[in-house]
């Protein structure tokens, strides 16, 4: 009796270290190795739970304007537990620094690491239009305006109707911008830049 009531016990103590994690341990594997399992669950958690408040120290330190400080930050959250955001992140602080193949370079490691993260398409499609090479950044923001989960959704219809007003395809930077503003209506710049190309188009 006591035998089954240390393994309630037991099993009622894994259970809370499964909904710490949020996922459960397969069912065939012994007792000491679940909870093994579900230790590695919670450690994950904490480096992950790490990993984003270096991530967000960093972040204020970008706006700060303190690039190496926010470099030094990320590169610590990426050691803890790589994201998309760390590395498209510092891919922006390396932009801030000129050094634009290195942020690009920093894009394609957080699409590997999450290709459903749409700033990084978009930032290499910034970066890309930078170097005047205009064309090329073209596929990258079309990516970025298709990614699941991106914000803010309307800056690749920026960029891309800034590109296409660089090309002189005035139509279809209208088109650019008027979706940007469907999406965010109050972005003043989009709003701005949509009336002087219908202006022109008119």
């Given at each position: 009796m006591q035998a089954r009531e240390q393994t309630a016990t037991n099993?009622?103590?894994?259970?809370?270290?499964?909904?710490?994690?949020?996922?459960?341990?397969?069912?065939?594997?012994?007792?000491?190795?679940?909870?093994?399992?579900?230790c590695e669950l919670v450690d994950e958690a904490e480096q992950k739970k790490r990993a984003l408040e270096l991530w967000n120290a960093g972040y204020q330190r970008h706006l700060?304007?303190?690039?190496?400080?926010?470099?030094?930050?990320?590169?610590r959250s990426i050691q803890t537990w790589p994201t998309?955001?760390?590395?498209?992140?510092?891919?922006?602080?390396?932009?801030?620094?000129?050094?634009?193949?290195?942020a690009i370079a920093e894009c394609r490691k957080a699409i590997e690491i999450?290709?459903?993260y749409g700033n990084p398409y978009n930032d290499i499609g910034a970066y890309l239009m930078a170097k005047g090479e205009l064309d090329d950044a073209i596929p990258w923001l079309e990516r970025a305006k298709r990614a699941?989960?991106?914000?803010?959704?309307?800056?690749?219809?920026?960029?891309l109707g800034r590109l296409y007003a660089a090309k002189g395809m005035f139509t279809a930077?209208?088109?650019?911008?008027?979706?940007?503003?469907?999406i965010e209506p109050n972005d003043r710049t989009s709003q701005q830049m949509l009336a002087r190309l219908r202006a022109m188009l008119n």
């Amino acid at each position: 009796m006591q035998a089954r009531e240390q393994t309630a016990t037991n099993l009622a103590e894994s259970d809370e270290a499964v909904l710490k994690c949020g996922r459960a341990a397969p069912l065939a594997i012994d007792l000491p190795a679940r909870r093994r399992y579900e230790c590695e669950l919670v450690d994950e958690a904490e480096q992950k739970k790490r990993a984003l408040e270096l991530w967000n120290a960093g972040y204020q330190r970008h706006l700060q304007n303190d690039l190496e400080g926010a470099i030094d930050l990320y590169n610590r959250s990426i050691q803890t537990w790589p994201t998309a955001e760390a590395y498209t992140f510092r891919g922006w602080a390396y932009e801030g620094m000129g050094r634009i193949d290195d942020a690009i370079a920093e894009c394609r490691k957080a699409i590997e690491i999450d290709p459903d993260y749409g700033n990084p398409y978009n930032d290499i499609g910034a970066y890309l239009m930078a170097k005047g090479e205009l064309d090329d950044a073209i596929p990258w923001l079309e990516r970025a305006k298709r990614a699941p989960r991106y914000e803010p959704r309307h800056f690749p219809y920026m960029n891309l109707g800034r590109l296409y007003a660089a090309k002189g395809m005035f139509t279809a930077a209208a088109a650019e911008f008027a979706r940007a503003v469907e999406i965010e209506p109050n972005d003043r710049t989009s709003q701005q830049m949509l009336a002087r190309l219908r202006a022109m188009l008119n």
